[in-house]
């Protein structure tokens, strides 16, 4: 079945830039959307952006001008450009995607492991 795998996260200063990325694996058809959420200790996982095939590309605010999403087709990944970063920011990441299986009539959702972000001041 599907995999999704998050990488990229890590400690970086205030004003600096991470870039993550997601590598799906499995038996994928097509994938339609592929979306970053956020989740931060006490607080409810939060979306950040997507990549969609009908939908093109959207951000929530607060991100917008600093974040970029972008996918790589071929390779079923889609990174997250994370420049000028905030303490606010701090955050587990998560990958999600939709995906229709190979040999399958319906779409699934599925969400990777998630990687750390720790903006420090």
């Known amino acids: 079945q599907v995999q999704l795998v998050e990488s990229g996260g890590g400690l970086v200063q205030a004003g600096g830039s991470l870039r993550l990325s997601c590598a799906a694996s499995?038996?994928?058809?097509?994938?339609?959307?592929m979306d970053w959420w956020r989740q931060s200790p006490g607080k409810q996982r939060e979306w950040v952006a997507a990549?969609?095939?009908?939908?093109?590309?959207n951000y929530r605010d607060s991100v917008k001008g600093r974040f970029t999403i972008f996918r790589d087709n071929a390779q079923k990944k889609v990174y997250l450009q994370m420049n000028s970063l905030k303490p606010e920011d701090t955050a587990v990441y998560y990958c999600?995607?939709?995906?229709?299986?190979?040999?399958?009539?319906?779409?699934?959702?599925?969400w990777g492991q998630g990687t750390q972000v720790t903006v420090s001041s």
């Open positions: 999600n995607a939709s995906i229709l299986l190979r040999y399958s009539n319906e779409w699934s959702e599925y």
């Open positions: 499995g038996s994928i058809f097509i994938t339609k959307t």
């Open positions: 990549f969609s095939v009908v939908g093109g590309i």
